[in-house]
């Protein structure tokens, strides 16, 4: 009998547990449907509602799918889709002085491309991905090349196609990355400093074992210059933090690589207090990290500690960051944007001398992946695939 009563208590608590997952799906599930209807609205609004954009972006979930990272982040950079960069041509290769080195490090990026695809998808997108950096690079000779760049580049060639993602590069080597891209790594460097008086103000015992240590903060130069995708394995988590960062400040990615070191607090104080054991242990970045819990804490220093309270230390007063400076005239000029409904009216109402529209028909034949007679054999193949990785983005945008 107690045997029975047991038994039926045990399946009694199981429905309850159960009741309570169907219960928070649920939650979740209006939640995303909430945030789908206000994204929408955002994104028709005239101006675009680009705070809510951004809000969208930063909270739970960030924006949920690679369809609607199409539609908002252009308008996080304030770039209009009707208005792309030509697709380079490939004389722009020719004696250009950092083509050998951006061939090297793109030939060397076959783990930030998609498990599974074919061959040759790979090279043509590479082949891409190369044409994308040179092109910014000859267009903004003040820009300059850092190895790490190409990670940033394929995350944007990826999600919305080779066009658009010269015109997002570009914006945002102009903004966000604008100190890493100095012809010194003196203004990198100087984005770094700024981890350590995060440390100071929240742990200051961790941050006292971190000087003994010497360690320093070049652990973390790799996760701010390509914005964690050369350091994460899992794609998901790549996007997941681009949302976070292009509707961010551009020290975010500061404040971020703070939330790790502070979540890895016990692991690291209880290391050999050496610079070797130390850098080895943090430069080692966990891939299971919770990154929701981690984003918010992240937002929440951000509040707590802005950079001009911690630009009042000395070691950050020497010099002054391009980025930083340019932020507020920039989050300013993205609050005029017209909606994507009203630029394609304009666009179709051009004068008939203007040049017209790229068609989808255009697009798919010369530009999707590249294909060019010389793959020979090759693009039939990529060209049987090639919609399969961006029809949605294909049509709505062409």
């Excluded at 909270?59 to 990272?69: F, K, Q, V």
């Excluded at 792309?84 to 490939?90: D, H, I, R, T």
């Excluded at 990198?188 to 240590?213: C, G, Q, S």
């Excluded at 899992?234 to 681009?242: D, G, K, P, S």
Aim: overall charge positive; aromatic content about 8%; some cysteine.
């Amino acid at each position: 009998m107690r045997k029975g009563k047991k038994l039926q208590q045990q399946n009694t608590g199981s429905q309850v547990n159960g009741n309570g997952n169907v219960r928070r799906q649920g939650e979740q599930e209006s939640r995303k449907k909430q945030k789908l209807v206000e994204i929408h609205q955002a994104l028709n609004s005239d101006p675009v509602d680009i705070e809510t954009l951004r809000r969208a972006a930063i909270s739970e979930g960030g924006l949920l799918t690679d369809e609607i990272r199409r539609k908002v982040w252009p308008k996080l950079l304030s770039v209009n889709i009707y208005n792309l960069p030509a697709k380079p041509s490939k004389d722009a290769r020719d004696g250009h002085k950092d083509y050998n080195q951006v061939l090297l490090d793109v030939r060397r990026s076959m783990r930030r491309f998609p498990k599974g695809m074919r061959a040759e998808q790979r090279e043509v997108l590479q082949e891409q991905l190369i044409d994308i950096i040179l092109d910014v690079l000859r267009r903004n000779p003040q820009l300059h090349y850092y190895q790490g760049y190409h990670d940033i580049a394929v995350t944007f060639l990826l999600v919305v196609g080779e066009r658009m993602a010269i015109a997002m590069v570009e914006t945002l080597s102009n903004h966000h990355l604008r100190d890493f891209m100095d012809p010194t790594m003196d203004s990198t460097k100087h984005i770094l400093n700024y981890l350590m008086p995060i440390l100071e103000e929240v742990d200051p015992e961790l941050h006292r074992f971190m000087l003994r240590a010497e360690v320093g903060t070049i652990f973390a130069l790799s996760w701010l210059i390509t914005w964690y995708g050369h350091v994460l394995s899992e794609f998901r988590h790549v996007l997941r933090l681009y949302d976070f960062f292009l509707a961010s400040h551009p020290l975010m990615a500061v404040y971020f690589a703070a939330v790790i070191v502070l979540h890895r607090e016990e692991e690291v104080k209880t290391a050999d207090c050496d610079m070797a054991s130390v850098h080895h242990l943090l430069s080692q970045i966990p891939q299971d990290l919770p990154y929701e819990d981690l984003i918010a804490r992240a937002q929440r220093l951000f509040l707590r500690y802005p950079p001009p309270l911690l630009a009042k230390r000395a070691v950050l007063q020497s010099r002054k960051s391009i980025a930083i400076n340019s932020f507020k005239d920039f989050q300013l000029a993205t609050l005029q944007q017209r909606p994507d409904a009203v630029l394609r009216r304009q666009l179709h109402h051009q004068p008939p001398g203007d040049t017209p529209p790229t068609t989808t028909s255009q697009l798919v034949k010369v530009a999707v992946w590249g294909i060019s007679a010389t793959l020979g054999a090759a693009a039939l193949a990529v060209a049987q695939t090639a919609m399969e990785w961006a029809p949605d983005f294909l049509l709505q945008l062409f």
